[in-house]
């Protein structure tokens, strides 16, 4: 499943890069009115969860529905090991919306998107053990429904590719990767 995660992301972010997109001309984030967002990253950091393992892989996506607000879906999934045969898999699933502060802190540079907001996600977790008592404890699963705080920033590089940073608290405390305008 990490895989086609990864796979979809590369075949996504390949075709908006090879692609020229005209519905966005600038940088400029005064109004995010039609604009879409997509993140794609890695946390730094999770909520809960020890051992040794990757880093958890995050994406979001958003639409400007309004001049500040833009709202969308998020997702992220992470794996970790711990000692004596345990394995365990963390996977979320979301909706979120963000306020865009640039015209309130009156942010000069066009290519900086100033924002935070608020979500539900929801988690899954699971958890496997194959170690030499298999049978006792084999493997468990259960979800639950939880708040999403973010705030963040993202900066353009070109009118279209840029880089995203977010704190916050759902997922995982810093969040950091590649940003799509389009």
Same mark, same amino acid.
């Given at each position: 499943?990490?895989?086609?995660?990864?796979?979809? /992301?590369?075949?996504?972010?390949? =075709? !908006?890069?090879?692609?020229?997109?005209?519905?966005?001309?600038?940088?400029?984030?005064?109004?995010?009115?039609?604009?879409?967002? !997509?993140?794609?990253?890695?946390?730094?950091?999770?909520?809960? =969860?020890?051992?040794?393992?990757?880093?958890?892989?995050?994406?979001?996506?958003?639409?400007?529905?309004?001049?500040?607000?833009?709202?969308?879906?998020?997702? %992220?999934?992470?794996?970790? @090991?711990?000692?004596?045969?345990?394995?365990?898999?963390?996977?979320?699933?979301?909706?979120?919306?963000?306020?865009?502060?640039?015209?309130?802190?009156?942010?000069?540079?066009? @290519?900086?998107?100033?924002?935070?907001? /608020?979500?539900?996600?929801?988690?899954?977790?699971?958890?496997?053990?194959? %170690?030499?008592?298999?049978? =006792?404890?084999?493997? /468990?699963?259960? %979800?639950?429904?939880? =708040?999403?705080?973010?705030?963040?920033?993202?900066?353009?590089?070109?009118?279209?590719? %840029?880089?995203?940073?977010?704190?916050?608290?759902?997922?995982?405390?810093?969040?950091?990767?590649?940003?799509?305008?389009?």
């Amino acid at each position: 499943m990490k895989k086609k995660i990864v796979l979809a /992301a590369v075949i996504v972010f390949s =075709l !908006l890069v090879t692609n020229k997109v005209s519905a966005q001309e600038s940088t400029k984030f005064d109004d995010v009115t039609g604009v879409n967002l !997509l993140n794609a990253g890695v946390g730094l950091g999770t909520y809960g =969860l020890y051992g040794t393992g990757g880093l958890p892989l995050t994406a979001s996506f958003e639409h400007g529905f309004s001049k500040n607000i833009s709202a969308g879906l998020e997702a %992220g999934l992470v794996q970790r @090991k711990y000692g004596y045969g345990w394995k365990y898999s963390y996977f979320i699933i979301g909706a979120r919306g963000s306020y865009h502060f640039n015209e309130v802190l009156n942010v000069s540079n066009p @290519k900086l998107d100033v924002y935070g907001g /608020a979500g539900l996600l929801y988690r899954h977790f699971k958890i496997k053990y194959t %170690g030499e008592w298999d049978e =006792l404890y084999g493997k /468990a699963s259960s %979800g639950d429904v939880t =708040l999403d705080l973010h705030a963040g920033g993202r900066y353009m590089f070109s009118d279209n590719v %840029g880089g995203f940073a977010e704190v916050g608290y759902g997922f995982s405390p810093l969040k950091l990767g590649v940003s799509l305008k389009f």
